[in-house]
């Protein structure tokens, strides 16, 4: 019975490479707050078929630790600025259905 539950840690600094300008508008922001930026990327795998695991459900979420401002303001949790839920459910063979929340 495998891991149902994948959680990793990304580092933010692999993201300097994209063109896109959203990377470097969040490592901005940490430099600008004086504070860590965590990325994480959660991925459950509870659906299972044919031996085969599917992810049900997948969570990316971003958070600042550490720094004058927001240990002042929010102490040593850290602030969580934004997470992304996608909920995966009703697979069939070439169709699955899903719901995205945005925190």
Known sequence: ??????TKKIRPKSF???????????IKMSEDLRSLLVLELETEF??????????????FKESYQGGPLITG??????????????????YMFFKVDLDITYE
């Not at 019975?1 to 994948?6: D, I, T, V």
């Not at 300097?16 to 969040?26: D, E, F, N, Y």
């Open 1 to 6: 019975m495998g891991k149902r539950l994948q």
């Open 16 to 26: 300097t490479h994209l063109q896109a300008p959203s990377p470097h508008c969040i």
């Open 46 to 59: 509870f659906k299972r078929c044919s031996g085969l695991r599917y992810p049900t459900a997948i969570r």
């Open 73 to 90: 303001l929010r102490g040593t949790k850290g602030w969580l600025r934004t997470q992304t839920v996608t909920i995966f459910s009703d």
